[in-house]
């Protein structure tokens, strides 16, 4: 079993729907989580980045963290065509630098 | 530049064959990490420089993969004696000082070993 794991998908949604991403981990040294976007050919880009329990907004997007179910969110509000790429969540935390990531969700907003 | 750059953007080799991948990470960042990804996965961790010194190779999946930064700034990811196993995007990423501060990623080389 992976230390974290998101759902592939895809997921295709109308233009200014709510879209909500998902990944569970099972590490509980994990303090630091971080959703990026990347885009076909690209390299990924960060979104949202918070440590430990809580949310956080920025924009249309907000991060949500529960670390004692292990479930972190990211909910993208009024979705654009421009959201369609595939998301990254990704951790980390103990005596490890690197992060550690699902394996994307690949979403597709229909204009 | 501004961000994380990589080069060259797309490789492709003939099994056997050595290759060299360069990043120059962002000006500043002491941190510096390569990932490899897989078509449909997510990056998975292959070694970390916290300025010259190489202090995690852990993910290297085998002594065929070799990683240096002499000078505290480039990287160079040198892939031996390629196979096909070795297609992949390889990506780097910078972060500044701090303890687990945000990565930032170039945009990867693309390797096919034919």
């Known amino acids: 079993q992976k230390e974290v794991e998101q759902d592939p998908g895809p997921l295709s949604v109308p233009e200014g729907a709510i879209v909500s991403l998902n990944c569970t981990y099972s590490n509980s040294a994990f303090q630091y989580f971080m959703w990026y976007r990347q885009y076909s050919r690209k390299g990924p880009e960060l979104l949202m980045y918070t440590y430990s329990s809580g949310n956080k907004e920025d924009g249309r997007f907000t991060a949500q963290v529960d670390k004692s179910s292990k479930y972190i969110s990211l909910f993208i509000r009024d979705s654009q065509p421009s959201d369609s790429a595939t998301y990254l969540c990704a951790m980390s935390g103990g005596s490890a630098r690197q992060l550690t990531f699902g394996s994307g969700t690949q979403l597709t907003v229909l204009p | ?114």
Do not use: M
């Open chain 2, 1 to 114: 530049g501004a961000g994380v750059s990589q080069s060259p953007r797309y490789k492709v080799a003939k099994r056997g064959q050595d290759v060299a991948l360069r990043c120059d990470p962002i000006s500043g960042h002491v941190s510096l990490f390569w990932y490899q990804q897989a078509l449909g996965q997510g990056p998975e961790f292959l070694t970390y420089f916290q300025n010259e010194a190489q202090l995690d190779k852990s993910g290297l999946p085998s002594d065929r993969f070799f990683a240096e930064r002499p000078e505290g700034s480039v990287s160079t990811l040198k892939i031996q004696r390629t196979q096909q196993e070795d297609s992949a995007v390889y990506l780097c990423a910078s972060s500044s000082t701090g303890s687990n501060q945000p990565q930032h990623f170039g945009d990867g080389t693309r390797l096919s070993i034919l």
